[in-house]
Nanobody, 118 residues
């Protein structure tokens, strides 16, 4: 079992920045992909960014140029640096791990709220 705990959310004004963290613990082996998803009220959950242990990253179009995902693989912690936040970025952000050793399974954090408002 793997547990994911997010932190770093909160309220920020438009144009501000936040850094989300997700620490994974439990039975973790090498070879996994971690990512961030978000879900706004009344909308479907969407992918924001992913990062692999090997360093490959991907971003949603809305995140490109503003967000940066990184992985401290020795600590099994993924970060999401969010800059120039806009009201449309508001939502619950979820951390996800897809393990190579359990390819049919994924793990989710409970989510953390990010609110961008003046």
């Amino acid at each position: 079992q793997v547990q994911l705990v997010e932190s770093g959310g909160g309220l920020v004004q438009p144009g501000g920045s936040l850094r989300l963290s997700c620490a994974a613990s439990g039975n973790i082996f090498s070879g996994y992909i971690m990512g961030w998803y978000r879900q706004a009220l009344g909308k479907e959950r969407e992918l924001v960014a992913t990062v692999s242990v090997g360093g490959s990253t991907s971003y949603a179009n809305s995140a490109k140029g503003r967000f940066s995902i990184s992985l401290a693989n020795t600590e099994n912690t993924v970060y999401l640096q969010m800059n120039d936040l806009q009201p449309d970025d508001t939502g619950v952000y979820y951390c996800k791990m897809t393990p190579a050793w359990q390819r049919a399974m994924s793990y989710w954090g409970k989510g953390i709220l990010v609110t961008v408002s003046s």
